[in-house]
């Protein structure tokens, strides 16, 4: 059974920063391949940054330059967030990048950023 968690979300003021993990365990590959998405009140959960295996990491036009993706140990992974924007507020998780086969989706972590 394989399960991921989210970490690190929280309130802060526009201009913050908020360093996000995951942590995969269970019958799980290593994080080679692994995205962050998010989703806020009445969107789509949207793709932000991933990282795979032979490419550099891609984000969203919206976080380029504020958001940073990085592999931990073998099953972990964060986001480092600079300089947020109230329309960062959402739940963040955390997956495989599509298209793929996702891993059953964790509960995600709060980010609300205030202006």
């Known amino acids: 059974q394989v399960q991921l968690v989210e970490s690190g979300g929280g309130s802060v003021q526009a201009g913050g920063s908020l360093r996000l993990s995951c942590v995969g365990s269970?019958?799980?590959?290593?994080?080679?391949?692994m995205a962050w998405y998010r989703e806020a009140p009445g969107n789509q959960r949207e793709l932000v940054a991933a990282?795979?295996?032979?490419?550099?990491p891609s984000y969203a036009d919206s976080v380029k330059a504020r958001f940073t993706i990085s592999r931990g140990t073998d099953t972990s992974l964060h986001l480092q967030m600079n300089d947020l924007k109230p329309e960062d507020t959402a739940v963040y998780y955390c997956?495989?990048?599509?298209?793929?086969?996702?891993?059953?989706w964790g509960q995600g972590t709060q980010v609300t950023v205030s202006s």
């Open positions: 269970g019958r799980i590959a290593k994080f080679l391949n």
């Open positions: 990282i795979r295996e032979d490419l550099p």
């Open positions: 997956n495989c990048p599509r298209p793929c086969n996702f891993y059953p």
